[in-house]
């Protein structure tokens, strides 16, 4: 499977290069992309809920009224849940949301979801890209002569490049990663992946 390579312009380069039908041309497998995305998402919740349950409140426990005679179900004290201000029964409490997924099932969630955009050629090449100094200008020149502006995009590149994640950051729906961080998550959001040639090579030796 070919692509045209483009520059950070935008603009066709003439050159092409030819995927991994390895990591490029599987066979999706949906459930895979489905457990990764949901650890991924699991792991962003902070799990840091808390209510009083009934032995926390700060009430007197002292019987409130008599067990028999008052016509009503009995009551031990203020801090019973069924009362305002008691304690909360089987409230939230702090917690872990993270599970565990298997190494293998998460490359080939990553390879899944790789091969998905580039069926639908929903992937875009791009030379490797340097910046001497953060222009959102030149990012937005690169989204308009891919005629990708108003899109997600993923923008990966085989290492840090700190003046380029600076470009893209006023752009809310423009994301830049490295090779070594790329996601599932971040895949699957995305509608149009930017790979550098780097990061191509990169993937290559983390997923095959």
Sequence with gaps: MEFAIHNISGKDTGK???LDKDVFGIEPNEH?????????????????????????VSYSTRKIKKQKGTG???????????????????????????????K???????????SAKAASKDIRVME???????????????LNGLDLTGKKT?????????????????????????????????????NVLLLCEGAIEKINETLK
């Design 16 to 18: 092409k290069v030819k």
């Design 104 to 114: 293998k099932v998460k490359r080939l969630a990553r390879k899944s979801a790789l």
């Design 154 to 190: 993923l923008l990966v590149t085989a290492d840090v490049q700190t003046e380029l994640v600076l470009s893209a950051r006023n752009f809310p729906k423009a994301k830049v990663t490295t090779a070594d961080s790329l996601n599932t998550y971040d895949l699957m959001n995305a």
């Design 32 to 56: 895979a992309v489905y457990l990764d995305v949901k650890q991924f998402l699991a792991n962003q919740r902070q799990g840091t809920s808390k209510v009083k349950a009934r032995a926390e």
């Design 72 to 102: 009503g179900a009995r009551a031990g004290s203020i801090k019973s849940p069924v009362f305002v201000g008691g304690g909360r029964a089987h409230g939230p409490e702090p917690r872990d949301y993270g599970f565990k997924l298997n």
């Design 128 to 142: 490797n890209i340097t910046l001497d100094a953060p222009k959102t200008k030149s990012y937005l020149e690169m």
